[in-house]
């Protein structure tokens, strides 16, 4: 992990180029993804390319439940609200001020190898490479805490996305959303990221900023990031009460949502044909706010 500012002011005035779905889905292809689904747009990292310790940005998988947004960072504002002492709303030039850190992260969708499943479940048919590593740079998510100042009572922080969409034929948008608890956070190292791979977060990674929280499943990380909203009472948005649940037992089912990764490794060569041994691997080993992310690359 490195400390320091990288000096990106001049990200800010760049041109956001419109994403173009169709656009999108050819550089997916061109990059050698594996696409699940066009519009929105879902594709993974076929499992030949798993196994180098960060994946190169145009190889980073994609999971998006709504069109991209298409954001000009000039207008652009990050707003934090509710329990807090000083409501902000900061621009990206403001957040690349801040002191910065870098660090190198493994998001993995909850979803990933679904397609393995037995019986089968509903949502997107995931092989083995919805997983992807990168190095993010970025405020820590407690800098902006601290200079907006936690009101007692605050319990949970909803982090909402610029992207929306309709839901189940309901009857209104919904922004894609995700609650972290107050509990924890400070020891979480999670990260208000406009960087990645060295570079300005590309707009389908959530330009011009997105949350990254180290060990979780990637639903928590979210892209386009908004609006941070300070509550006093549990979150039930549609992504983290109705999606993203493990659901257990039969007769009376459990339901809970996802939070840290669990341990997966996979075996990425020899491929059909081949023979020489390599792996690679991840894991959050569970442990909020210590190990953020191991990935022995390919030997
Ligand atoms: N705003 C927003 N953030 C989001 C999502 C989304 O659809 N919208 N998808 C989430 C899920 S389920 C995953 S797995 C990761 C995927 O991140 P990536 O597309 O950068 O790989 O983003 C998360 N953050
Ligand atoms: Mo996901």
């Given at each position: 992990m490195t400390i320091g500012n990288p000096a990106p002011a001049a990200w800010a005035s760049r041109v956001v180029e419109v994403t173009d779905p169709e656009r999108e889905r050819r550089a997916a292809a061109q990059a050698g993804l594996v696409i699940n689904?066009?519009?929105?747009?879902?594709?993974?990292?076929?499992?030949s390319l798993l196994g180098s310790e960060v994946t190169p940005t145009d190889r980073f998988y994609r999971r998006n439940h709504f069109p991209i947004p298409v954001l000009d960072?000039?207008?652009?504002?990050?707003?934090?609200?509710?329990?807090?002492d000083r409501a902000l709303s900061l621009s990206l030039p403001e957040l690349t001020q801040l002191p910065a850190q870098t660090m190198e992260v493994t998001l993995e969708c909850a979803g990933n190898a679904r397609r393995m499943y037995q019986p089968p479940a509903p949502g997107e048919p995931w092989g083995f490479g919805a997983v992807s590593t990168a190095e993010w740079t970025g405020v820590p998510l407690t800098e902006v805490l601290r200079r907006a100042g936690l009101q007692p009572g605050a319990q949970e922080i909803i982090f909402g996305g610029a992207d929306r969409g309709t839901i189940d034929g309901a009857p209104h948008p919904i922004h894609f959303e995700r609650s972290l608890p107050v509990a924890g956070v400070a020891e979480s190292?999670?990260?208000?990221?406009?960087?990645?791979n060295g570079q300005p977060l590309p707009p389908r990674h959530g330009y011009p900023l997105r949350l990254i929280v180290p060990g979780w499943y990637a639903v928590a990380s979210v892209k386009w990031l908004s609006s941070i909203r300070v509550?006093?009472?549990p979150f039930g948005g549609f992504f983290?009460?109705?999606?993203?649940?493990?659901?257990?037992?039969?007769?009376?089912?459990?339901r809970e949502p996802v939070?840290?990764?669990?341990?997966?490794a996979l075996i990425t060569r020899p491929g059909a044909g081949q023979n020489w041994p390599a792996v690679a691997a991840w894991s959050s080993a569970g442990r909020p706010g210590q190990v953020r992310r191991r990935s022995s690359g390919s030997r």
């Open positions: 689904g066009a519009e929105p747009l879902n594709c993974e990292v076929p499992v960072a000039a207008a652009w504002r990050l707003s934090v609200s509710g329990l807090v190292d999670a990260l208000l990221a406009y960087a990645m509550t006093d009472e983290q009460t109705e999606r993203y649940m493990y659901e257990r037992g039969s007769g009376t089912v459990v939070r840290l990764q669990q341990v997966r």
